[in-house]
């Protein structure tokens, strides 16, 4: 499990890497500025803090390949914010499968 950061989405608020429990991210200069990274991909253990903090649907969360196989379709989550509520959008191969939507106080019991 990984994640992917895009940068032409992001805006290097610097929210996800504050919130990254292992310390993982950091802004690196990019294209329109600085933009979040992670240096050490496998590294991430997959909390999915980031994802559900990035206001911008900049970072896509990549499932494991128990869930997705190993040839089987990419598996994402990505998180968008809409006011007090976050939408857990599931894709394969980029086409979306399932919305979970959580009230964003209570996303830390998910």
Not at 6 to 29: N, T
Not at 36 to 43: F, K, L, T, V
Not at 82 to 95: C, I, M, N, R, V
């Amino acid at each position: 499990m990984s994640i992917r950061i895009d940068e032409q989405a992001c805006v290097g608020c610097g929210r996800c890497i504050r919130v990254c429990p292992g310390s993982l991210l950091k802004l690196v200069p990019g294209e329109t500025g600085g933009v979040a990274a992670i240096e050490s991909p496998e590294d991430c253990w997959g909390c999915v803090s980031c994802v559900k903090e990035c206001a911008f649907s900049a970072i896509h969360f990549y499932l494991a390949e128990d869930i997705s196989g190993k040839d089987g379709p990419r598996t994402t989550m990505q998180v968008r914010a809409e006011g007090p509520l976050l939408h857990w959008d599931f894709s394969k191969d980029g086409a979306l499968f399932r919305t979970i939507t959580v009230d964003r106080r209570n996303s830390n019991d998910y």
